[in-house]
């Protein structure tokens, strides 16, 4: 096929499979993401059905691509013009890297970007924090689908550890026992009584403020951020550390979007008690938090693939894709392992190449997530049960990838416990300690 033939397959697809309600934007030169509101699911469901109905194909590494912006850079890596982006090679000057103050503070889990904010504004590390994004909870629902908004993650632990770590004390102020409307007052009292330094979370629908542009495009989308009001009273100042967004909003529509049945949740907490962590304490914490022998998030997608391959609770092979469509809202958590390896190589004053190979093992990581997710797909979209064995072996690759990455954050744990004079265990009962 020519471009254009592609381009208009694309248009095809859109259309008639995903029954796309922004057509009316599409062409050429229309963004993927800012006009199109495609997600990264919905690009590999483009991918799929050009591949299954129209016999196109591009290199598995093309589906890993993240700096396709536009339908006609998407339309090239079919036809093999896409636009080939490379980073200039240049030697780091000293002081940069991981040790230099230029170092990208990745954002990938709205809680603890929250609270983590709140610390940054304090002048403290807020890095160690991120030990416990890593393997965050999430659910597998009732009908074998993975979740990673329920009822059964409350945040918990990271309100405890929160505490426990910088002496800062999160006050609930959303509760379940009241109606939307009592919670929405309690939420107008706090925000007209707000003082300096104090942060008013509150979980809102994402997908209700549509002058937010977010990646994943999830409807429903629960998720943390933080509001305070303005110098006029019909407009609010929204803080979204998570999407390193600031900017104001209509007041009306976020209410709107936090009155959605689909989220529940706030808390006021003031970053004045915020105070540096004891040693001890983040040694605890990194215990609590690291699984060096398990994997959950690859064990739980092993578990959703394989009940939906024997039928379990009346779910069907048909039912995987939409059973995973969450996946990379969760898997994108796997970048918080460069905040752990940040940390440790500033305090040993590792060297910046291999931080930089774990970094780049990290990314490998998160896109065979991906890879994971797609051949997920195509077995739930043929039906073709023989594509199982290479999903499996996809699911092992992953194991073997994240194993890795955790034995080398033991080790330097270890020298940075050795470096301080800690042991690297606790021999008494931790708090939140993981399962």
């Not at 797609?374 to 194993?403: P, V």
Request: proline share 4%; aromatic share 10%; glycine share 6%.
């Amino acid at each position: 096929m020519t471009k254009d033939q592609v381009i208009e397959a694309i248009r095809s697809v859109l259309r008639d499979q995903l029954n796309h309600a922004h057509l009316d934007r599409f062409g050429p030169g229309a963004r993927l993401n800012e006009d199109l509101y495609l997600d990264s699911v919905l690009i590999l469901e483009i991918f799929l059905a050009l591949e299954l109905q129209f016999g196109l194909s591009a290199p598995e590494e093309a589906i890993n691509r993240q700096d396709i912006a536009t339908v006609a850079e998407l339309a090239g890596l079919f036809t093999g013009d896409a636009i080939v982006a490379v980073a200039p090679a240049k030697a780091e000057p000293a002081g940069e890297g991981v040790h230099g103050e230029d170092y990208i503070d990745i954002k990938v889990h709205c809680f603890v970007s929250s609270v983590c904010d709140a610390l940054k504004r304090s002048g403290i590390d807020q890095r160690p924090f991120y030990f416990g994004v890593w393997d965050a909870d999430f659910a597998i629902t009732e009908r074998w689908a993975l979740a990673y908004h329920h009822g059964s993650v409350d945040h918990q632990f990271f309100r405890s550890w929160y505490e426990r770590l910088y002496g800062v004390r999160m006050q609930e102020w959303y509760d379940r026992a009241r109606s939307k409307d009592e919670n929405v007052a309690v939420m107008l009292d706090l925000i007209e009584r707000r003082r300096d330094g104090q942060h008013l979370m509150v979980m809102l629908d994402l997908f209700h403020l549509p002058e937010r542009e977010n990646k994943f495009n999830q409807n429903p989308f629960p998720h943390y951020l933080m509001l305070e009001k303005t110098d006029d009273p019909m407009v609010w100042q929204v803080n979204d550390p998570d999407f390193r967004w600031e900017g104001r909003i209509e007041r009306d529509k976020i209410l709107d979007a936090i009155r959605q049945p689909t989220v529940a949740g706030g808390f006021l907490f003031d970053r004045h008690e915020a105070r540096p962590p004891a040693d001890a304490d983040l040694r605890d914490y990194f215990l609590a938090c690291h699984q060096p022998h398990a994997n959950p998030l690859v064990a739980a997608v092993r578990r959703i693939v394989r009940a939906h391959l024997d039928g379990r609770d009346g779910v069907t092979l048909a039912d995987l894709a939409t059973a995973l469509r969450e996946l990379p809202v969760i898997s994108i958590r796997k970048y918080a392992y460069e905040h752990g390896f940040a940390f440790f190589w500033r305090s040993l004053k590792l060297a910046n190449a291999d931080f930089d190979f774990w970094c780049d093992e990290i990314e490998r990581l998160i896109q065979e997530f991906k890879a994971v997710h797609y051949a997920a797909m195509r077995l739930a979209q043929t039906g073709d049960r023989d594509l199982a064995a290479d999903l499996f072996r996809r699911l092992d690759t992953l194991d073997g990838i994240e194993s890795r990455i955790k034995a080398r954050l033991g080790e330097v744990f270890r020298d940075w416990c050795a470096a301080r004079g800690l042991a690297p265990e606790n021999p008494v009962p931790m708090l939140g300690a993981a399962e």
